[in-house]
Every structure is written in structure tokens, then in C-alpha cells.
């Protein structure tokens, strides 16, 4: 049977009462937005700190509107430096980047957690999430991290709804994942090629763009935008200011997608047995 919106926000709300005082881990996305903003109508602002990562692999446009929703909310947020690319295993770019970076992460938050007399720390993993190739949902388990979305059985388009009844700001932004989750898998992550794809995704976005990515293929960079946005790249004389830039932040070749946006294009190219692995 499948259970009503309402309940599984009531559910949502008991796992958070049980829980008593959390850090959450904030992204400023439509999940943790969400999730910060019930943890702290649930349990007080007092009892709630929300901790955000500034690393290089992060899109710098979500920063300043991730810190203004959090005023709105009423949360405390500490922004920490994740310090990926120190770690030579998120570098190699491997099937199981994620899992590293994650493992990362969520260890400096358990210690901020424990240094301010935080119970648990809390991610923003929805119920869609766990069927997903997500190996950062391996590293969140490992390390008994919990995420009540997921547990109360919330998905994407259930948290898009009630975020819309709670009016937060983040209702219907579309997903911004790590930069890092651009560069094709084997090919080095650098800082040089995450500010390649943060300064080509900000560029492409004064074109109205809304949901789309840039894949950085070394020397190529691959375009995804839905099909109904075609015409936003292509029209002159957008198309040749956007080969313009994209060769001046050093491609040598400029492409368009013909299938189109999709989320993970890149696990695309992954075998059965690459995603057993980082799974």
C-alpha cells in the first residue's frame, strides 16, 4: 500500500524527534534544504547546525543562495572545507570517487558533530536516491550516518511538493551535483578543469538555461541541454559566443548532446561490473 504524503512527513518528523539534536548536512539543494528546514521546525534552531562545503568541486553560484536560505530558515551554518583534492583516490576519478569524497566528509562532520555535542549527523539522501548508482550512499552507511528523507520514504517529487507548502525557495531548482561528477571518468580531477566546467556552466546560464551540464571530455566539451532548450545554444549569435568561450577557457572542441540532458550521463560509459564494485 502506498502511504500518503502525510504520512510519511509525520514519519519524517518522528525519526527527527527521535534523533534529538542533529547536524545536517547542507548542500542548498531541494533534498537538504527540505530536511533542514522540517529538522528545525521539529527540534528548535538551537538544536540543529547545518554544515555546507565550500571545496573546489562545489558549483560557486549555490553558495551565497544556500546561505541566504538558511538565514530564512532560522539554521546555523558553519561552512567547511572539504579538501578533496587532497585526497589522491577522489583525483584518479575512478567509478568510486564518490564513495572517497564522501568517506571525507562524512568523518569531519562527525567530528564537528561531536565537538558540538551533536547526536547525529543527518544527509539528504532521498528514497529515488537508493536505487540509483550512488557510491557515496556506500560511504554515508559505512560510517552510520542517517537519512531520514530516505528512511521516511520521502521522494524527489514528494519533497518538491511539500517544499512548496512550506514556500522554500528551493521547490523547483533542478539538482546541482559536485563539479567533479562533469569530468569523464579516468581523467584526473584538477582544480583547473572544475573552474573549466564552474566558469562554462555560469557563462551557459545567462543564456536562460535552467537544468543542463557541461561534460568535460579533456579537450572536448559536451553540451547537455533538454531538447526544448536546443535552440537557446544553437541560435546565432549565441552559438558562436558560447564556442568563443568554452575555447577560451581552453577546449579545443565544442558539442552539443543530440540525446539531450539526463542525470549521470557519464555512468553511461560504466560496465555491469565497474558498478558492482563501487556499489
Same mark, same amino acid.
Given at each position: 500500500?502506498?502511504?500518503?504524503?502525510?504520512?510519511?512527513?509525520?514519519?519524517?518528523?518522528?525519526?527527527?524527534?527521535?534523533?534529538?539534536?542533529?547536524? $545536517?548536512?547542507? !548542500?542548498?539543494?531541494?533534498? !537538504?534544504?527540505?530536511?533542514?528546514? &522540517?529538522? $528545525?521546525?521539529?527540534?528548535? +534552531?538551537? %538544536?540543529?547546525?547545518?554544515?555546507?562545503?565550500?571545496?573546489?568541486?562545489?558549483?560557486?553560484?549555490?553558495?551565497?543562495?544556500?546561505?541566504?536560505?538558511?538565514?530564512?530558515?532560522? +539554521?546555523?551554518?558553519?561552512? &567547511?572545507?572539504?579538501?578533496?583534492?587532497?585526497? =589522491?583516490?577522489?583525483?584518479?576519478?575512478?567509478?568510486?570517487?564518490?564513495?572517497?569524497? %564522501?568517506?571525507?566528509?562524512?568523518?569531519?562532520?562527525?567530528? /564537528?558533530?561531536?565537538? %558540538?555535542?551533536?547526536?547525529?549527523?543527518?544527509?539528504?539522501?532521498? #528514497?529515488?536516491?537508493?536505487?540509483?548508482?550512488?557510491?557515496?550512499?556506500?560511504? /554515508?552507511?559505512? #560510517?552510520?550516518?542517517?537519512?531520514?528523507?530516505?528512511?521516511? *520514504?520521502?521522494?524527489?517529487?514528494? /519533497?518538491?511538493?511539500? !517544499?512548496?507548502?512550506?514556500?522554500? =525557495?528551493?521547490?523547483?531548482?533542478?539538482?546541482?551535483?559536485?563539479?567533479? !561528477?562533469?569530468?569523464?571518468?579516468?581523467?584526473?580531477?584538477?582544480?583547473?578543469?572544475? *573552474?573549466? /566546467?564552474?566558469?562554462?556552466?555560469?557563462?551557459?546560464?545567462?543564456?536562460?538555461? $535552467?537544468?543542463?551540464?557541461?561534460?568535460?571530455?579533456?579537450?572536448? +566539451?559536451?553540451?547537455?541541454?533538454?531538447? *526544448?532548450?536546443?535552440?537557446? &545554444?544553437?541560435?546565432?549569435?549565441?552559438?558562436?559566443?558560447?564556442?568563443?568561450?568554452?575555447?577560451?577557457?581552453?577546449? *579545443?572542441?565544442?558539442?552539443?548532446?543530440?540525446?539531450?540532458?539526463?542525470?549521470?550521463?557519464?555512468?553511461?560509459?560504466?560496465?555491469?561490473?565497474? %558498478?558492482?564494485?563501487?556499489?
Amino acid at each position: 500500500m502506498i502511504e500518503s504524503l502525510e504520512k510519511k512527513y509525520d514519519k519524517l518528523q518522528q525519526i527527527l524527534k527521535d534523533l534529538c539534536s542533529v547536524l $545536517v548536512a547542507y !548542500s542548498g539543494g531541494v533534498d !537538504s534544504t527540505f530536511l533542514l528546514k &522540517v529538522t $528545525v521546525d521539529t527540534l528548535g +534552531a538551537e %538544536k540543529v547546525l547545518a554544515c555546507i562545503s565550500a571545496g573546489a568541486a562545489e558549483p560557486t553560484h549555490q553558495l551565497a543562495r544556500a546561505k541566504e536560505t538558511t538565514k530564512q530558515i532560522g +539554521a546555523e551554518l558553519q561552512v &567547511v572545507d572539504s579538501d578533496e583534492l587532497n585526497d =589522491p583516490r577522489f583525483i584518479a576519478n575512478k567509478a568510486d570517487r564518490c564513495f572517497h569524497c %564522501k568517506s571525507h566528509i562524512c568523518q569531519t562532520l562527525l567530528d /564537528i558533530a561531536k565537538d %558540538k555535542g551533536l547526536n547525529h549527523v543527518i544527509f539528504g539522501t532521498n #528514497f529515488d536516491d537508493l536505487d540509483d548508482f550512488r557510491p557515496g550512499n556506500r560511504a /554515508i552507511k559505512a #560510517f552510520g550516518i542517517r537519512s531520514p528523507l530516505a528512511e521516511a *520514504k520521502l521522494t524527489k517529487d514528494d /519533497i518538491r511538493r511539500l !517544499s512548496r507548502q512550506l514556500n522554500l =525557495p528551493t521547490a523547483d531548482i533542478p539538482s546541482s551535483p559536485c563539479l567533479a !561528477s562533469r569530468i569523464t571518468y579516468g581523467l584526473e580531477v584538477t582544480e583547473q578543469r572544475l *573552474k573549466q /566546467i564552474d566558469e562554462a556552466e555560469n557563462f551557459l546560464r545567462t543564456f536562460g538555461l $535552467v537544468e543542463f551540464r557541461l561534460r568535460h571530455h579533456d579537450t572536448i +566539451a559536451r553540451i547537455e541541454v533538454h531538447p *526544448k532548450d536546443f535552440d537557446k &545554444v544553437m541560435t546565432e549569435p549565441a552559438r558562436l559566443q558560447i564556442i568563443e568561450k568554452l575555447k577560451s577557457l581552453g577546449f *579545443k572542441y565544442v558539442t552539443l548532446d543530440l540525446q539531450g540532458f539526463r542525470s549521470g550521463s557519464l555512468n553511461e560509459a560504466l560496465s555491469d561490473s565497474q %558498478k558492482k564494485k563501487s556499489i
